[in-house]
């Protein structure tokens, strides 16, 4: 079965520091990986997107991660904001009919002061 | 920046009830998708339509559940006779293809009483 999962469940982290959070993932065949920040009651926002061929792809302080063959990647916050509280889903697309996506469960992130 | 738009915002219904949620997606997109989330869950794939056709469908998607787009620019998700565990956050994305970054509406909240 196809399965995204994603550590840690949660994060308490204080204004001004760096974070990273982990995904692993078992979805075959693959075609790209996806983060997404949420914040609560709101619709995913797209943070980065990387194909199998790419090791690597930033969007301002995000930069993601990705190793096709240990089927890991990571997405690492610097300099975090108070903005930044919410929850950050690791999503991969399973190549077949509909490219249909595969979301993780989260990592909920809380900055604070 | 294009937005996905997603009425209504909340929609409480009796059990055995249907309804309709409505989307429009951004413009000059190709690929439709309805996704859900109930409280506390993971975000879940219910359907994906391009051409004017389902492309895939999850489980979830029984009989209960239909897709249209009656015009050019509305994308429906009808939910005929509803159940208690209807009740989720519906979410609405469109993208201009299938390894192109996905735009999400901002749910509609379904709550069957």
């Known amino acids: 079965k196809n399965q995204v999962e994603q550590s840690p469940q949660s994060l308490i982290i204080l204004e001004g520091k760096n974070c990273t959070l982990q995904c692993n993932y078992t979805v075959s065949p693959f075609s790209n990986l996806r983060w997404y920040k949420q914040d609560t009651g709101r619709g995913p926002v797209s943070l980065t997107i990387?194909?199998?061929?790419?090791n690597t792809k930033s969007n301002g302080r995000y930069t993601a991660t990705l190793d096709a063959d240990t089927k890991q990647s990571s997405l690492h916050i610097t300099a975090s904001q108070l903005s930044d509280s919410a929850s950050y889903i690791c999503?991969?697309?399973?190549?077949?009919?509909?490219?249909?996506?595969?979301f993780g469960t989260g990592t909920q992130l809380k900055v604070e002061l | 920046e294009p937005e996905v738009t997603q009425t209504p915002s909340h929609q409480v219904t009796q059990m055995g009830q249907e309804v309709i949620l409505r989307c429009v997606p951004i413009s000059n997109h190709l690929y439709f998708y309805w996704y859900r989330q109930i409280l506390g869950q993971k975000v879940e794939f219910l359907v994906s339509?391009?051409?004017?056709?389902?492309?895939?469908k999850s489980e979830i998607f029984d009989d209960q559940f239909s897709v249209e787009r009656p015009d050019g620019s509305n994308f429906t998700l009808k939910i005929r006779s509803t159940k208690l565990e209807d009740s989720a956050m519906y979410f609405c994305?469109?993208?201009?293809?299938?390894?192109?970054?996905?735009?999400f509406g901002s749910g509609t909240r379904l709550t069957v009483v």
């Open positions: 999503v991969v697309t399973f190549t077949g009919g509909g490219n249909k996506l595969t």
């Open positions: 990387m194909t199998f061929s790419e």
């Open positions: 339509f391009y051409n004017n056709e389902i492309s895939e």
């Open positions: 994305a469109s993208s201009p293809g299938s390894n192109y970054g996905y735009t």
